[in-house]
């Protein structure tokens, strides 16, 4: 699968929000766990999108090493497991992606526990429909902390994870697009969810 991502012509804050909303997604995918940017209420700045940035890339590695897991370990058949294929080498380039973009800054990759989450194929969906709509949620509530360029950068991927949360969403049976828009939630709230799946090693 080639997994890079292709540069889209310069986009606007407003142009990229409309998508973000339209897709249910938001830039690229992430967290710094623990990291208090529900707090930030600042206006964009290159500190504030290394923040933001430093966020995404933990959901990333979170999401990348879930896929990898499920995929040596769940005995997936079928569009089931060509969904944690794909999905897994699209986490794996925007983890890539971020650490490039974040250079130095770039942490370096959590412990993770997933348990029974990757242990079999009805578990893997569940968990996985659970993950990519919480990133939407994650990465709607962060886009508009960043600043035009790094919103230029956010765009690359802005509408790949709405589309895994739809394509989950269709596999089990469920409306790929439930809503019109999906709001945000703040990090805190971001984090709550996380650590109630058990995850976070």
Same mark, same amino acid.
């Given at each position: 699968m080639d997994s890079s991502i292709d540069r889209p012509s310069g986009r606007s804050r407003s142009s *990229?929000?409309? &998508?973000?909303?339209?897709t249910g997604?938001? *830039?690229?995918?992430?967290?710094v766990f623990g990291q208090d940017l529900a707090a930030s209420d600042a206006p964009p700045s290159a500190a504030q999108d290394r923040r933001v940035f430093q966020y995404a890339l933990q959901l990333e590695y979170l999401q990348a090493a879930f896929y990898a897991e499920a995929v040596q370990r769940a005995s997936l058949r079928g569009e089931l497991r060509e969904f944690a294929? &794909?999905?897994?080498?699209?986490e794996r380039a925007h983890v890539a992606f971020l650490k490039k973009a974040l250079g130095p800054a770039a942490g370096k990759a959590p412990s993770f526990d997933f348990g029974d989450a990757t242990s079999d194929a009805k578990r *893997?969906?569940?968990?996985?429909y659970e993950l990519e709509n919480i990133g939407v949620s994650a990465y709607n509530g962060q886009g508009a902390k960043l600043t035009d360029g790094a919103l230029e950068q956010a765009a690359e991927i802005v509408s790949v994870e709405g589309r895994h949360a739809g394509w989950i969403g269709t596999l089990l049976g469920k409306p790929p697009a439930p809503r019109a828009a999906d709001?945000?939630?703040d990090a805190n709230a971001v984090m709550a969810q996380l650590k109630a799946t058990g995850f976070l090693g």
């Amino acid at each position: 699968m080639d997994s890079s991502i292709d540069r889209p012509s310069g986009r606007s804050r407003s142009s *990229f929000l409309r &998508v973000a909303a339209g897709t249910g997604t938001v *830039f690229v995918g992430s967290l710094v766990f623990g990291q208090d940017l529900a707090a930030s209420d600042a206006p964009p700045s290159a500190a504030q999108d290394r923040r933001v940035f430093q966020y995404a890339l933990q959901l990333e590695y979170l999401q990348a090493a879930f896929y990898a897991e499920a995929v040596q370990r769940a005995s997936l058949r079928g569009e089931l497991r060509e969904f944690a294929e &794909v999905v897994g080498g699209h986490e794996r380039a925007h983890v890539a992606f971020l650490k490039k973009a974040l250079g130095p800054a770039a942490g370096k990759a959590p412990s993770f526990d997933f348990g029974d989450a990757t242990s079999d194929a009805k578990r *893997f969906g569940a968990a996985a429909y659970e993950l990519e709509n919480i990133g939407v949620s994650a990465y709607n509530g962060q886009g508009a902390k960043l600043t035009d360029g790094a919103l230029e950068q956010a765009a690359e991927i802005v509408s790949v994870e709405g589309r895994h949360a739809g394509w989950i969403g269709t596999l089990l049976g469920k409306p790929p697009a439930p809503r019109a828009a999906d709001p945000g939630l703040d990090a805190n709230a971001v984090m709550a969810q996380l650590k109630a799946t058990g995850f976070l090693g």
